[in-house]
C-alpha cells in the first residue's frame, strides 16, 4: 500500500500563490504518476496536474495553466504543486495522487492512491 499525506494548504488573498507538497510513503516502487486533483463545494473531483515520474512529463489542465507548476522530488518521493495568481474559483480541497500504471492521465480511476486532502481558500 502507499500512503499519500498533503501539506500547504491555507487561505490566501486572490493574486497570492501557495505551495503544496505531497508525501509518499508505503510501498512506493512501481509508481509512475502523481497527480493533484480538487474538489470545490458541490462540484466534481476535477484534476489539475499530473507529472510522470520517470521522465517528469508535466500535464495540466487549462484553468490552471501557466499559474500551477507541478514538480516531483524522486529521492524524497514527493510531488509538489506551486500555485500562483491565485483566483477565487481556486478554492477546493486538494488531493495528492498516485498510480502504478496511469497510462491517461484524465481518467480518475487510474489513480489507486489518495490523500486525505488539505484545503486551499482563495478570497477575493
Known amino acids: 500500500q502507499v500512503q499519500l499525506a498533503e501539506t500547504g494548504g491555507g487561505s490566501v488573498q486572490a493574486g497570492g500563490s501557495l505551495r503544496l507538497s505531497c508525501a509518499a510513503s508505503g510501498y512506493t516502487r512501481g509508481i ?3 497527480a493533484w486533483f480538487r474538489q470545490a463545494p458541490g462540484k466534481e473531483r476535477e484534476r489539475v496536474a499530473s507529472i510522470f515520474i520517470d521522465n517528469g512529463r508535466a500535464i495540466y489542465a487549462d484553468p490552471v495553466k501557466a499559474r500551477f507548476t507541478i514538480s516531483q522530488d524522486k529521492a524524497k518521493k514527493e510531488a509538489y504543486l506551486h500555485m ?11 488531493y495528492c495522487a498516485a498510480g502504478r500504471y496511469v497510462a491517461d492521465v484524465t481518467v480518475v480511476s487510474e489513480y489507486e492512491f489518495w490523500g486525505q486532502g488539505t484545503q486551499v481558500t482563495v478570497s477575493s
Open 84 to 94: 500562483i495568481n491565485l483566483k477565487p474559483e481556486d478554492t477546493a480541497v486538494y
Open 32 to 34: 509512475n504518476c502523481m
